[in-house]
């Protein structure tokens, strides 16, 4: 290496060099935190190609400044010129490794390396819990209680490491906050740190976000989790894997309280009296934006959120929760109208009455193609007692076609719930749609079902 020709084009271009050694300094100064953001807007350019710079020419004793002289003479360089006069000249070497050294004592640092290593953790358990086969079944709310039906110790493991977490165990909050960085669109650590940043005042993304026409960045991402039947491409990639986290977690958002449960947590967790001031504005952020995202996209009503909002003890999130609602409109609840079928059965006589309904269902279809069976199982299923609350002709439908799709139930119900309604009417009224003789023959196959089915399970009934 030509050492003078370098110290020549040092003086020739110091006020490069002097640039760049300013801006590299003032980056290595900063916390590790505000280098990460700062790259994401591109702000650290020259911290990036001296890194690049440096992972070429370091070896595990040494660093090797010829080579970067190399590259800097053949590809007329000028980071990797003013790169090797900085460790050449000016003891960059020392001031490097001084920097890493002084970076490594900074408060926080240990916090964020262990994130990073409970993000690897995460990432890694849920790839290996996932199918290798993409499924083929068709992603809807129907899809999740039945994966809910099938795979109850999975769920039990998800919510028990959710009560964990009001003993202070993160593994709930951790795993959810590594789900939004690769999920919501939040392009991985860098873009996760800027919508936090973006929530506390004092930094350039929470002033940005003064002037932003949304105030909580959390309510559009969060509402990106449930629009459009779960369309999301990251999260639908993981779903059609039959992700078992995920599949836990939408089961437990959209059919088991989970938004109030995670209100009620952020509450005791994030809003406490003693909480910083940063800590209870991400907290009151994120509730808003979960009553947002639940009342909108999962048809909470506000009347649940209201019975939470009295129950809360701890925490601050009563407050919030009441102004919240007073920006949301009204909704009533949709949990009832997406049931699999064995949940709709007496649960002692599940097994026996899905073969016999199969047996049934297979037998109509082989001499005639409507589906006004449909109508007369669900008749005869009511009439015998056979199933364990009260539902609607429609929910009993859509159970149908998830449970037997090899029997091509068509999705429309409107002659089926006719038909339905004209069996079971007391009176013996006949429907305007349908004939007297027709609702006659429709009641006696619906009798003959029910003595079918109360035969097939006589054995557990009293």
Request: glycine share 4%; aromatic share 10%; net charge negative.
């Amino acid at each position: 290496m030509d050492e003078k020709a370098l110290l020549g084009w040092k003086e020739a271009n110091e006020e490069v060099y002097s640039k760049f050694k300013q801006d590299l300094e003032e980056q290595l100064r900063k916390p590790y935190h505000q280098t990460i953001l700062d790259m994401g807007d591109g702000n650290a350019e020259l911290l990036k190609s001296v890194v690049v710079n440096l992972a070429a020419i370091a070896s595990k004793d040494d660093i090797d400044v010829e080579k970067l002289y190399t590259k800097a003479v053949k590809e007329s360089d000028t980071s990797a010129y003013c790169m090797c006069c900085y460790l050449l000249f000016d003891n960059g070497a020392n001031r490097l490794a001084k920097a890493i050294e002084e970076k490594s004592e900074e408060p926080g640092t240990q916090e964020i390396i262990d994130a990073v290593e409970e993000y690897k953790r995460f990432h890694d358990e849920n790839h290996n819990q996932e199918t290798a086969e993409i499924t083929s079944d068709e992603l809807n709310l129907l899809t999740l209680r039945r994966w809910h039906y099938d795979h109850p110790q999975e769920y039990d493991d998800f919510t028990a490491t959710f009560q964990k977490a009001y003993d202070g165990d993160m593994t709930f909050i951790n795993n959810n906050f590594f789900l939004l960085m690769e999920f919501m669109s939040f392009n991985g650590v860098k873009g996760m740190m800027k919508i936090v940043a973006s929530l506390v005042p004092g930094n350039k993304h929470y002033e940005r976000g003064l002037t932003s026409s949304e105030d909580n960045p959390l309510k559009g991402r969060m509402a990106e989790m449930l629009d459009s039947s779960l369309n999301n491409e990251a999260i639908r990639e993981k779903l059609l894997h039959k992700n078992p986290y995920l599949f836990s977690l939408y089961y437990w958002l959209i059919f088991d309280d989970g938004y109030l449960h995670a209100a009620d947590l952020i509450s005791q967790t994030f809003l406490k009296p003693d909480s910083p001031a940063w800590q209870k504005m991400i907290g009151r952020k994120a509730v808003e934006a979960l009553i947002s995202t639940s009342v909108d996209k999962a048809k909470y009503s506000k009347a649940q959120w209201k019975d939470i909002s009295k129950q809360i003890k701890k925490g601050d999130a009563k407050q919030v929760i009441d102004a919240a609602l007073l920006e949301v409109q009204g909704r009533r609840g949709r949990k009832k109208t997406y049931v699999v079928l064995e949940e709709m059965l007496s649960v002692e006589d599940v097994p026996v009455l899905i073969e016999e309904i199969e047996k049934v269902l297979s037998e109509w279809k082989q001499f005639e193609e409507t589906d006004s069976i449909l109508a007369y199982i669900f008749a005869a299923l009511v009439k015998g007692e056979l199933t364990n609350e009260e539902y609607n002709y429609r929910t009993f439908h859509s159970a149908m076609r998830e449970k037997f799709p090899n029997y091509h139930v068509s999705k429309g119900f409107d002659w089926c719930e006719a038909l339905y309604n004209a069996i079971m009417e007391e009176k013996g009224d006949a429907s305007l749609n349908i004939s007297w003789e027709h609702t006659e023959r429709s009641r006696k196959y619906a009798d003959k079902l029910k003595r079918r089915l109360l035969s097939a399970v006589k054995s557990n009934i009293e």
